[in-house]
DNA sequence: TTTGTTGTAATGTCAACGGTTACATCAAAA
DNA sequence: TTTTGATGTAACCGTTGACATTACAACAAA
């Protein structure tokens, strides 16, 4: 199982819009034909970075505009603004059975360690900001 | 985006074959009123694991017994065992456009932050061992 | 008012998961 | 040797979520 690739989308939508934005309007078809998807996409993801304050999108007249600034903007920031995960990265089985010694303490044992490895997989997305990814690509380009 | 329950499940079938396989004979029918799930589930996921040398099952006359000491069973193993994960956990979107700067540069600037944050889960998971969850189990028990 | 764009609903396809049935295979006890 | 109780596995189903796509209303500026 999968992240889905709206964190990815996201994150490349943005890189587009933060170093390209200056010199085109980033409008949800150019940036659709970088990301290589349908703009529809792109439009549901600028709709979400939106909500999250994260930019500015003009209906109408067009195009999508920073916001905040690109070191206030962690992978963390854009991975919850999409909706990578709603809550637990992990799955548990429901309804373990209570009668049995191993059942009823299943949760007790394993919950702890789940939220953990989910931190610090967390944790490393909130360690890498925007800026950063920036400064690599404008290196490259 | 969730890792499969069958991570849990095997966390879950692993306990109760390690802790009540003395007292029991652990056959799929009774680790999955344990669980909570249809025995072929359980089966499934002991083949996985008796695939990956943890355990053994005796087809025939019945019951999972241990194979690898508790001590050397990560919950890294576990989740490798069961295949929660073909490789990466991000999903990446496909081909996105080489003639685009922000395009043709995403997986260089990208690729390594993902392969960390996943690898942070994985260490995690990895610093944890069945042993340790079964101390802490003895206690409720 | 025309034009280009965004916002969003609706629909389709596809893959993965988990549930379930069915049955062949197997090993040990009777 | 037959019976019994398990495992191994294929097959199929229903559900869910992702992503693609079409369609069109709403909008803002020229």
Chains 1, 2 share one sequence.
Not at 9 to 35: C, F, N, Q, R
Not at 58 to 84: M, R
């Amino acid at each position: 199982m999968k992240i889905t690739s709206r964190f990815t989308v996201a994150v490349h939508s943005l890189l587009a819009i933060y170093v390209l934005g200056k010199e085109y309007k980033m409008t949800s078809d150019l940036i659709a034909s970088s990301v290589n998807v349908n703009p529809v996409v792109i439009r549901r993801t600028l709709s979400s970075l939106k909500a999250a304050g994260i930019i500015d999108v003009k209906a109408g007249s067009g195009g999508a505009t920073p916001v905040k600034s690109a070191d206030d903007i962690t992978l963390y920031d854009i991975y919850t603004a999409v909706d990578c995960i709603d809550g637990n990265l992990f799955n548990f089985h429901e309804n373990p059975n209570p009668e049995c010694p191993v059942g009823k303490n299943i949760h007790a044992v394993l919950d702890s360690r789940l939220k953990d490895a989910q931190a610090a997989l967390e944790n490393e997305l909130e360690s890498v900001t925007l800026a950063d990814l920036m400064k690599q690509l404008n290196i490259l380009i």
